[in-house]
């Protein structure tokens, strides 16, 4: 399983755009990134997977240089709402017996 | 939108005594887990299940710990002997082909 490294907190203001880089050096031929959210005492929601270059859907942006040992979360205009944990997990979602390993994520914490 | 969901919101019980913790997975989902958080920690992988038999599993799922899917709907994890230190968030996942989705969790408290 690839070790993730993503910053512990980050601080932004409402309206702004929100980049969270995550690091996976070890990233294997198998593995996809998956981004979830968690708000205090509720599941990880998913927020959004790919496997290179760009994807993009309703809520985020997650971009994936060619060698893939990084990946960086993007959410447009940040509001207050989006206080929250941000975990990145890399994992070969091909197998069946995938054990995901939650690192601390990035605290994100937006302010009016 | 389909959901995972578990039951109950929240239990307290004694040390020492069982506790059986249910999640009804999304329907057409094969990839079943269990995880943990205590409180201010991280999410904790405990098991993983498939085709009626845990996948994978941490070296926290002792053997205090076990799993069961009685049905076609119910995925459960059952405590045995329950202890203090196992007070925490329990999130039930299932999985499409790529992706975990997570319910909204069962909060444990051990006195």
């Known amino acids: 399983l690839a070790k993730t490294t993503q910053p512990i907190s980050m601080d932004s203001y409402e309206g702004q755009e929100v980049n969270i880089t995550c690091s996976h050096n070890?990233?294997?031929?198998?593995?996809?990134i998956t981004w979830y959210q968690q708000f205090p005492s509720q599941g990880p929601r998913f927020i959004i997977q790919?496997?290179?270059t760009k994807v993009t859907n309703e809520v985020a942006s997650l971009f994936i240089p060619a060698d893939r040992k990084s990946s960086t979360l993007s959410l447009p205009r940040v509001s207050l709402s989006d206080t929250a944990v941000y975990y990145c997990?890399?994992?070969?979602?091909?197998?069946?017996?995938?054990?995901?390993?939650f690192g601390a994520g990035t605290r994100l914490f937006v302010k009016a | 939108e389909p959901e995972v969901t578990q039951t109950p919101s929240h239990q307290v019980t004694q040390m020492g005594q069982e506790v059986i913790l249910r999640c009804v997975p999304i329907?057409?989902?094969?990839?079943f887990y269990w995880y943990r958080q205590i409180l201010g920690q991280k999410v904790e992988f405990l098991v993983s299940?498939?085709?009626?038999?845990?996948?994978?599993k941490s070296e926290i799922f002792d053997d205090q710990f076990s799993v069961e899917r009685p049905d076609g709907s119910n995925f459960t994890l059952k405590i045995r002997s329950t202890k203090l230190e196992d007070s925490a968030m329990y999130f039930c996942?299932?999985?499409?082909?790529?992706?975990?989705?997570f319910g909204p969790g069962t909060r444990l408290t051990v006195l």
């Open positions: 996942a299932s999985r499409d082909e790529n992706t975990q989705y």
């Open positions: 790919g496997y290179k």
């Open positions: 070890n990233i294997a031929t198998n593995d996809y």
């Open positions: 329907s057409n989902h094969l990839y």
């Open positions: 299940f498939y085709n009626n038999e845990i996948s994978e």
């Open positions: 997990l890399v994992g070969d979602m091909d197998t069946g017996g995938f054990k995901t390993i």
